[in-house]
């Protein structure tokens, strides 16, 4: 190959390296690719099948914090006779229908506490799905990573050979020496096995992607766009964020369990409606009574206070990481910013850098295919403008993951 050519290919491959994956450019469109990703990674969560239980459950408590009675009634029946001892014809039969009765306030509490329940589940599916979302973002992109090192490894690898091609070719006709072909060879099998050490990540961040998606990932990764969120945050509700949603309904949750177990001092009262249909012996007659009976349990202290004590302590953790959750959105979110700045400026520095690789690149191979450079000297410059595309390549998934992170912390889902 002449040194022309191979000037020529080598910056065929360091542009075609710049360009190879579009989807990292800093002026990206919003893509459909991570939302999809995300349904799919939804419908194989085991947790969110269970939700669907835990809804029903939350509508469950509702319609009996609803009712009539906080409990079902029931139904007793009853007969006496003297057949066994004097056998005088004395028979009653006794039929009474009970039922529980709420407390002044319980009703209102329990209604509260229900739907207090539901608006949890619902955050806590929320916020679910956000977690999900933050760990799909990780994947998504370090199958990016990885991608773009495997093929700049090829990349890397296919020059090595045409470069040992050339050197051999001139080692053949006595203008290079021995030492030159064994640069050239090295620098193959250098290559070689970083295209193995690639394929081996590159498996590896494809096989945990599909993990969580059970799919293969799609061929362009295009990056997520930046939220608007950002400029509005500090005027944004707390609730609009799902951890912070989440934890919000947890701990109104728990406050109302607090209201409930206040409201509910004794077990529930009963009141009975009581037939009896009696005689005293063959010669009488049937009579008939009726009567009403009421059943209030008596007030335990000590289980007032276990019950109590239980429900705020739940509320008081409640409250706790609500705290906490709002500390660590404000914390994350301010890392996710200085990140994606960092990564913006690294981005333009690699940009840079690569530019400046290039251009030692094509003096570099001009002097060797003169004579005026060593072999050695080229191939360290070579490592040097791979070197410079690498680390651009890993900027632009850098920034790509910086943007999702930040999105991440803001709670805003693909």
Not at 328 to 355: F, G, K, N, P
């Amino acid at each position: 190959m002449k040194p022309t050519a191979l000037r020529r290919q080598l910056l065929i491959c360091a542009a075609g390296l710049a360009l190879c994956v579009p989807g990292y450019a800093a002026d990206a469109a919003p893509a459909s690719g991570l939302a999809q990703a995300l349904e799919q990674a939804w419908r194989l969560h085991p947790e969110a099948a269970a939700l669907e239980g835990r809804e029903a459950e939350a509508r469950a408590q509702r319609d009996i914090a609803g009712g009539l009675t906080p409990e079902p009634g029931s139904l007793s029946i009853g007969s006496r006779s003297d057949r066994l001892n004097r056998n005088l014809g004395m028979q009653e039969y006794e039929v009474e229908l009970a039922t529980p009765l709420w407390l002044p306030g319980q009703k209102a509490a329990r209604e509260a506490a229900a739907d207090s329940h539901i608006d949890d589940v619902a955050a806590r599916r929320t916020a679910l799905r956000a977690a999900l979302a933050g760990e799909l973002r990780e994947a998504w992109w370090a199958l990016a990573a990885a991608r773009n090192a495997q093929l700049l490894a090829t990349r890397r690898l296919d020059t090595a050979r045409a470069l040992a091609a050339d050197v051999g070719r001139r080692y053949k006709v006595g203008e290079l020496s021995r030492i030159d072909a064994n640069l050239a060879q090295a620098e193959v099998h250098a290559a070689g096995a970083e295209l193995i050490e690639t394929e081996a990540a590159l498996l590896q961040a494809d096989q945990a992607l599909r993990t969580l998606t059970g799919a293969a990932a799609p061929q362009d990764m295009a990056q997520e766009a930046p939220s608007p969120r950002p400029a509005q945050a500090a005027a944004a509700p707390a609730e609009a964020h799902p951890l912070l949603a989440a934890a919000a309904a947890a701990a109104r949750s728990a406050r109302a369990r607090v209201a409930v177990a206040d409201e509910s001092r004794r077990a529930a009262p009963e009141l009975a409606l009581r037939v009896v249909r009696e005689r005293g012996d063959f010669a009488e007659r049937y009579a008939n009574t009726v009567g009403i009976q009421l059943k209030i349990p008596f007030s335990s202290s000590a289980q007032l206070r276990r019950d109590t004590s239980a429900a705020q302590a739940e509320a008081d953790q409640a409250d706790a990481e609500m705290q906490r959750a709002q500390t660590r959105v404000r914390l994350d979110t301010e890392r996710a910013r200085r990140a994606l700045d960092a990564a913006e400026r690294q981005l333009a520095m690699a940009q840079d850098r690569v530019a400046l690789s290039a251009e030692n690149l094509r003096l570099s191979e001009k002097a060797f295919s003169l004579g005026e450079s060593d072999l050695a000297t080229l191939l360290r410059i070579r490592a040097a403008a791979f070197d410079a595309e690498a680390f651009l390549d890993r900027q632009r998934v850098a920034r790509a993951a910086a943007i999702s992170r930040l999105n991440q912390a803001l709670g805003v889902l693909p």
